[in-house]
């Protein structure tokens, strides 16, 4: 069964960078779409970014041109880049695999913890 494991959140203040990183226990991770949701409280999990192979990005229109997606196959690795943060970018962050892509909309099947990020004004 394939494991992710995030890290990288933290809290910050409005305008601040922080880069988070999702490993993935996975064999064929270079063929491996990876993707990052989030979830705020109150909130259902949304869609923030992904990156399929080979390379392939896509973004959500609340984080264009702030975030950026990135993968290090080597590491086994993806990255989101995360720039101009503001405070609705809060929430817990997640990324996945498993991608499946319906109507439009990414869905995760395989998921990690999730790491924390905070942003205040």
């Known amino acids: 069964q394939v494991q992710l494991v995030e890290s990288g959140g933290g809290s910050v203040q409005a305008g601040a960078s922080l880069r988070l990183s999702c490993t993935v226990s996975?064999?064929?991770?270079?063929?491996?779409?990876v993707a990052w949701f989030r979830q705020a409280p109150g909130t259902e999990r949304e869609f923030v970014a992904v990156i399929t192979s080979p390379t392939l990005q896509s973004y959500a229109d609340s984080v264009k041109g702030r975030f950026t997606i990135s993968r290090d196959n080597v590491k086994n690795t993806v990255y989101l880049q995360m720039n101009s943060l503001k405070p609705e970018d809060t929430a817990i962050y997640y990324c996945a695999t498993d991608l499946t892509f319906v109507d439009s909309v990414w869905y995760g099947g395989s998921w990690g913890h999730g790491t924390q990020v905070t942003v205040s004004s």
């Open positions: 996975e064999r064929t991770f270079s063929e491996t779409g």
